[in-house]
Antibody, heavy 121, light 112 residues
Framework: EVQLLESGGGLVQPGGSLRLSCVAS????????MSWVRQAPGKGLEWVAN????????YYVDSVKGRFTISRDNSMNSLYLQMDSLRVEDTAVYYC??????????????WGQGTPVTVSS | DIVMTQSPDSLAVSLGERATINCKSS????????????LTWYQQKPGHPPKVLIY???TRESGVPDRFSGSGSGTDFTLTISSLQAEDVAVYYC?????????FGGGTRVEI
């Protein structure tokens, strides 16, 4: 059974940092593109970033470029999102998701339960 | 960026009746080299992450009931629930995977 388990969310002040983690199981993690998708309270879905299997390609939505960094450790079956210079508008539930295609152009066939991030003073 | 616009924002449908959700993209999602539309539909129930229903605009994900169907091409797409069941109460999202950034529609809430 495919499982994605996020952790690392919490309350942080504007300008602060957080590192989200996602541990994958039930599939060969190193074979898949992975992404982070977020959902602000009561709002819709927003793709944040994705990463190729070997980390040679990474893509970001404009609103987080230069502030967030996606990475992975295939030996640990883990995906990460380093979030710096956090803003109030980054408040959301962050989902770790698996790409359903071997491409940066993918939909998402498995989702974690999400980890909440609140940016507030 | 490709903008995805869903309509309506919400709809109320009687049990057993048809529900139709529309999704319009700001540019074509059809890729002629593989004759495919890069469009997916998700269902999200309260307190749960989204679940993929349809991909390539009309291919039903394994395990999804056949009352769910997707249609359309280019810039205009539709998700149809042919006979609404109580368990179909949810928010439905379309998503394009034709270009980066990957983008979602704003969602359509379906109620009884």
């Amino acid at each position: 059974e495919v499982q994605l388990l996020e952790s690392g969310g919490g309350l942080v002040q504007p300008g602060g940092s957080l590192r989200l983690s996602c541990v994958a199981s039930g599939f060969t993690f190193s074979n898949y593109w992975m992404s982070w998708v977020r959902q602000a309270p009561g709002k819709g879905l927003e793709w944040v970033a994705n990463i190729r299997q070997d980390e040679t390609e990474k893509y970001y939505v404009d609103s987080v470029k230069g502030r967030f960094t996606i990475s992975r450790d295939n030996s640990m079956n883990s995906l990460y999102l380093q979030m710096d210079s956090l803003r109030v508008e980054d408040t959301a539930v962050y989902y770790c998701v698996r790409g359903a295609r071997d491409s940066r152009y993918a939909f998402f066939d498995y989702w974690g339960q999400g980890t909440p991030v609140t940016v507030s003073s | 960026d490709i903008v995805m616009t869903q309509s309506p924002d919400s709809l109320a449908v009687s049990l057993g009746e048809r529900a139709t959700i529309n999704c319009k993209s700001s540019q074509s999602l059809f890729y002629s080299s593989n004759n495919a539309n890069y469009l997916t539909w998700y269902q999200q129930k309260p307190g749960h992450p989204p679940k993929v229903l349809i991909y390539w605009a009309s291919t039903r994900e394994s395990g999804v009931p056949d009352r769910f169907s997707g249609s359309g091409s280019g810039t205009d797409f539709t998700l149809t629930i042919s006979s609404l069941q109580a368990e179909d109460v949810a928010v439905y999202y379309c998503q394009q995977y034709y270009s980066i950034p990957l983008t979602f529609g704003g969602g359509t809430r379906v109620e009884i």
